[in-house]
Structure formats: C-alpha cells, structure tokens
C-alpha cells in the first residue's frame, strides 16, 4: 500500500497535541512533579507508539487499510509495549541529556503503575481514533465507488433503450411507407441500412464530437424526409468553433424524434425542425425547435419517452452541472434545450 507521507505527518502532529494534552492532564493531578520531564516522556511515548502502529499497518495487505482479527491485535499491543519500554528509555536518555532531572521527586512504583495505565488508556484512545477515522475514509471511498458504478450501469441501462426505441421507430417509419411507395421505400431502406449502421458503431463510444451527433441527425432527417416529402423542413446550425466538442453518443436523436413523432406528424401540413448549437460563457447550449402543434400531449406508446431518457442521461453524467427545459415555443410549436458543462 502507498503511504501517504502527507497524511501522515498530519498524524504526527495530531499525536504531538495530544500526547500535550496527556500530559498537561498528568501534571493537573500530580503538580508536585516536574512538568518538563513529563512531556518528554509523554511526546516519546506516544510518538513511538503511533509510529509501529500506523507505520506498521502498511505491512500488513488489507483493503481497509487496517489488520483484523489477531494480527490488528497484536500489533496495537505490540505497539504499547514497544511504545512504552522504548518511549521510556529515549525520554530518560532526552531528559539526562537536557538536564530535565534536577529537582525531581523519588520515583515510586505505585507511580510507575499509574504511568503504565495512563500510558495504556491514552495509546488506546489514540490508536482507536486513527482507526475509525481510516474506517470513515474506506467507507467513504466504498460509497464513492459503488454510486460511480450505480451511475455507469443507470447509464448503460439507458444507452441500451436507446438503440432498440431509434431501431423501432424507423423500422415503423418503413413500414408505413412500404403500403404508399414502394419505390420511396427501398430507397428508405437503403439510407437505414447505411444510417444504422453508422449509429450503431458511433452508440459503442460514451463521447463523440458534436459534429458526428449532427452528421446522425442529418442522416435521420433525411430518413423521415423520405417518408413526410415536403412536410418536413429541417435546418442544422452548428458553427465550426463548436465541431470537435465531445458530448454523450446519440443525446439528440430522442429530441428530434420527439419533434417529428409529438410535433410535426400530428400537425396536417407538417413543419420545420431547427438543431443548433452555441456556447454560453463555460457551458454548451444545444436546441431543438420545431413549428409543430406544440407541447400539448400526445397519445401512444412510448410518449414522453424521449425527454425522459434525455434528463436520466444529463443527471447520471453531469449531476446538477447539466440539465434538459422544455417549453413552447413563442410563435409556434416547442423547443427543447440542453445546457452541460463546455469541455476544456
């Protein structure tokens, strides 16, 4: 496991004010003791202890980051024993050395007792507080993990209705027209056959340029121009600052679908289709209008389906960075507008 030595320098002095406070709390109930020596052997003490303990658990190849079982066991009390003999005998060293000992009271067993237990109490408290701020980080590393897959299978899933419902509707598209023109019909067929399979090989990629999202769009149009003649209409804008912007594969499509299906069919002498795109300060605005009958329901299966998918996808993607409106238009018909993030 990689350390983080930043972290743990972090550690360090979180060890170094407590081991203060131990042993300003020492020195409250034994005032006739000298307080020098006791933080040396208090700062000694625990900063060998903290050092087998959250060193030492790197030794060991776990997922938490911390041993269980027996093998956490011994160490937390192989690093209080060690800890104390160890801290104690660097501490006496630093305090002969530093001329701590002058004036210092008769050491008594029962003193060393009371140093021993209060040793033992303040490792365990520190030991367990390190622990269950790493049990914290690993639980919020878990949680981030499992929402990122949540999002990718939600996505996933999404994608996956996508193509069938694109699928579908122009294979219905076909069928309608197969009864009125047959001619018109295997010319249809043919454009599907190259359309599908440029989608189907675009939809494999999460991303793809907006100039490959409108060059699907185009291919549709041209589809559903086939069949509607001249009552369909369609214009794309998009400048050329914007061509190489990524986006999510296909995040359009159900718009323009939702536009002929809503909009335009139901309307008797048809309409247009305007797709366009700009950018607005650090964010991509992209629109879809028609001149249909506008945002007043309509029936059959699978409506709404579009602007449901659409949103799913934003919010999976972006979270609140990126978000779908749908409105009427001021004229005429509805629009539908995506705003997400610009990428850099």
């Not at 903290?50 to 776990?62: E, N």
């Not at 009271?105 to 009371?114: A, L, N, Q």
């Not at 939809?203 to 121009?225: G, V």
Request: glycine fraction near 10%; hydrophobic fraction near 45%; aromatic fraction near 8%.
């Amino acid at each position: 496991m990689k350390i983080d030595w930043l972290s743990k320098l972090r550690h360090a002095l979180q060890v170094w004010a407590f081991c203060l406070a131990v042993s300003a709390i020492q020195y409250a109930f034994t005032p006739e003791r000298l307080y020098g020596p006791s933080v040396v052997y208090s700062l000694c003490i625990g900063t060998i202890t903290w050092a087998i303990v959250d060193l030492g658990r790197h030794g060991f190849r776990t997922e938490t980051g911390w041993p269980a079982g027996l093998p956490g066991a011994l160490l937390v009390a192989g690093g209080l024993i060690v800890g104390y003999l160890g801290g104690n005998a660097v501490a006496d060293l630093l305090c002969r050395v530093l001329g701590l000992y002058a004036g210092t009271p008769v050491y008594t067993p029962r003193d060393r007792t009371r140093d021993i237990l209060v040793s033992a109490i303040a490792g365990v408290v520190g030991i367990f507080y390190f622990y269950s701020v790493n049990k914290s980080a690993y639980l919020e590393r878990k949680m981030v993990e499992e929402r990122q897959h949540a999002n990718e299978a939600r996505l996933k899933l999404l994608e996956a209705q996508l193509e069938p419902h694109m699928l579908f509707n122009t294979l219905a598209n076909l069928r309608a027209l197969i009864g009125v023109d047959a001619q018109r019909a295997q010319q249809m067929l043919d454009h599907i056959i190259a359309y599908l399979r440029a989608t189907l090989n675009a939809s494999r990629a999460p991303t793809h340029s907006l100039q490959a999202e409108f060059d699907r769009l185009r291919d549709y149009l041209e589809l559903m121009a086939i069949r509607m003649g001249s009552r369909l209409a369609y214009a794309l804008d998009l400048p050329a600052e914007l061509a190489s912007q990524p986006i999510p594969t296909l995040l359009l499509q159900p718009l323009v679908e939702n536009s002929i299906q809503h909009g335009l069919e139901p309307k008797v002498q048809g309409g247009r289709i305007q797709v366009s795109a700009r950018r607005d300060g650090e964010r991509i605005v992209l629109e879809v209008s028609d001149t249909g009958v506008g945002t007043a329901p309509a029936p059959g299966p699978g409506k709404g389906f579009g602007l449901n998918q659409v949103r799913e996808r934003l919010a999976t993607l972006y979270g609140d960075g990126a978000g779908l409106a749908f409105s009427a238009n001021e004229a005429e018909g509805a629009r539908a507008i995506i705003h997400l993030p610009a990428a850099a």
